[in-house]
């Protein structure tokens, strides 16, 4: 069968199973948006190329399958390098197609030319320049390959024009095997063996969940080895969601705002299981102060990851899910030895009494007697509350992320989107609508801050076009929330270009104007009345003013550079140290 290459790739995007394209045309590109008009992919046309790479990401996060984004060269490119970056350092898996210049154009800094490829080479796990058409069959049964296999990520597909209107004989690509391409998915039977050991042996242990749990689709593997312990469980910004957090073994999160809890637990273990989790700088915070007396066993997938922070005493590498069930069969089997003195659930009363008090001592908390000011917190809480636990909720970067992650009760995997790795401001809108857009049988919130919105607003018109019924809270504090509060705590309140307005743009009539229905919250007593008129609205975008208390900060939190131990649990507290 004689296909361009533009026909070409979207018919190999077809056999690939994709769905949709979050995407804007351009002439490098153009060749290959005509088939899109003969296929049965659904095409969503964002504001732009950010947009498309964020709600690639969120469908891909929301549904567990790769993110499909198309764009053109030069600022087309350019536009989505950002997503590529924030998909890169979530393990996110995306296939990023762009146009590109004429091959025979390539190097002479032609209209809209640049080399996507070499700027895109740090951020993607492999990326291709398709030089003959007869190449792109099997380029896109790779990249698809690459970026959902191992340590899932984006990959690119860079496709010069003339390759687009070049013809060639469509055929089925070969089965996918690459060269030095090799993941290992069952750990190694002895270091299971070891592990358990040192689990069975433990007096204080604690299992730091990462992202990895769900990517792995390990959420109920997990639970199993929880009940079969009893060992608590702290669960990352990137695993909100992979246990869940009405279970009494649940910490919450731990790292620089964390609960206190998460956060001192894993300071005194004497045994952290890392599973998916990769000893992030926010959750160490000083690392050669980080959990001075624990043994460490590490299961993850990329072995670059292990030893990268701290020297594992036992490696489990491979796929993390089934580094959990091999630890439960190897538990279960150890217990059951006659010579052995092991016993399950693990005896571990003392160690939960401790976390207990902790846990009652220094709750997460503020203010809900004040009157005159609407508390964040308080938001979030009500808009939890009053949703069911398949609500997926999406987060911008900031204060209100933080919150968000603290005070919104998670309870299944793949409900929670947000930017982890980059800290993308602007991540939230767009992100939103490409969860909404995989899973439209559920309800998606997103939680923005002010700053955030204005980055990427504009998406809302791809959602009220598109009908894709997401519903936005602005957490509208008129600053830029997380600057602000490191301003107020370490340069002396100097407050250096942080100040946004409370009212420039009015969101509700920018929202309105945006093809959304829109409120605006000033007092705690319309919270829960304008919520519920969200909720009953399921025919297009809805967006909250919330205006909240511009004096609020995020805690508990470990200032940069400090130890766990040195965790600050309140404003007051962090005043009295910091003055």
């Not at 939960?352 to 503020?366: F, V």
């Not at 203010?367 to 999406?394: C, F, H, M, N, W």
């Not at 992100?431 to 899973?439: L, Q």
């Not at 929330?481 to 009539?509: C, I, N, T």
């Amino acid at each position: 069968m004689k296909l361009t290459g533009a026909q070409a790739l979207i018919k190999s995007l077809e056999h690939q199973g994709v769905e949709v394209i979050f995407g804007l045309p351009g002439g490098a590109i153009l060749p290959v948006y005509d088939p899109i008009l003969d296929s049965s992919i659904r095409h969503i046309l964002v504001r732009h190329e950010q947009g498309a790479g964020h709600m690639a990401e969120g469908y891909s996060m929301a549904t567990r399958k790769p993110g499909v984004a198309m764009v053109t060269s030069g600022p087309g490119a350019t536009n989505i390098v950002t997503p590529l970056l924030n998909a890169y350092m979530d393990s996110t898996p995306l296939v990023v197609i762009t146009g590109q210049v004429a091959t025979a154009s390539i190097g002479t800094d032609a209209f809209q030319e640049c080399d996507i490829t070499g700027i895109s080479m740090g951020i993607t796990k492999h990326n291709w320049l398709i030089k003959d058409a007869n190449e792109i069959p099997q380029v896109i049964a790779e990249a698809f390959h690459v970026a959902t296999t191992g340590r899932p990520g984006p990959v690119l597909v860079d496709l010069p024009k003339d390759i687009s209107n070049a013809t060639m004989e469509f055929y089925t690509p070969e089965p996918v095997s690459l060269a030095g391409f090799k993941q290992q998915i069952e750990p190694d039977a002895s270091a299971v063996s070891q592990a358990a050991e040192l689990i069975l042996r433990a007096k204080k242990p604690v299992l730091y969940v990462g992202g990895g749990v769900i990517k792995s689709n390990g959420s109920a593997a997990l639970k199993i080895l929880v009940e079969q312990t009893s060992i608590p469980v702290v669960t990352t910004l990137m695993a909100r969601g992979a246990f869940p957090d009405s279970h009494e073994l649940n910490l919450g999160m731990p790292g620089m705002h964390g609960t206190y809890s998460a956060v001192i637990a894993l300071q005194q273990s004497d045994l952290i299981v890392a599973l998916g989790a990769r000893f992030d700088d926010r959750v160490t915070g000083k690392i050669s102060a980080f959990a001075p007396h624990a043994k460490i066993i590490h299961a993850d997938i990329d072995p670059a990851e292990i030893g990268k922070v701290r020297k594992p005493d036992v490696v489990l590498l491979g796929e993390c899910r089934r580094s959990i069930e091999e630890l439960t069969r190897a538990l279960t089997e150890k217990t059951a030895e006659a010579n052995k003195d092991y016993k399950l659930p693990l005896e571990l009363s003392q160690w939960h009494n401790t976390i207990k008090e902790w846990k009652n001592k220094y709750p997460l908390s503020y203010d809900r007697d004040a009157k005159d000011v609407l508390k964040p917190q308080y938001v979030i809480e009500e808009l939890s509350k009053r949703q069911g636990e398949d609500t997926i909720l999406a987060a911008g970067v900031g204060q209100h992320q933080m919150w968000a992650s603290q005070y919104w009760q998670f309870n299944k995997p793949n409900t929670w989107i947000n930017s982890g790795g980059a800290g993308t401001m602007g991540f939230a809108v767009p992100a939103a609508i490409g969860a909404k857009v995989g899973r439209p049988d559920k309800t998606v919130w997103a939680i923005d801050g002010d700053g955030c919105f204005q980055m990427t607003a504009q998406e809302i018109v791809t959602a009220s076009a598109e009908q894709i019924p997401v519903k936005i809270a602005i957490l509208n504090n008129a600053y830029l929330g997380m600057v602000r509060q490191w301003q107020h705590m370490f340069y002396e309140e100097r407050y250096s270009e942080v100040y946004l307005s409370p009212d420039l743009p009015d969101y509700v009539k920018w929202a309105e104007a945006m093809g959304a229905v829109a409120f605006r919250v000033d007092t705690a007593e319309e919270v829960i009345p304008t919520i519920e008129k969200a909720n009953e609205i399921d025919d297009r975008p809805v967006v909250i003013d919330f205006r909240t208390d511009v004096t609020e900060r995020v805690f508990p939190m470990v200032p940069a550079g400090a130890s766990n131990d040195e965790i600050l649990v309140s404003a007051e507290h962090a005043d009295s140290v910091i003055q």
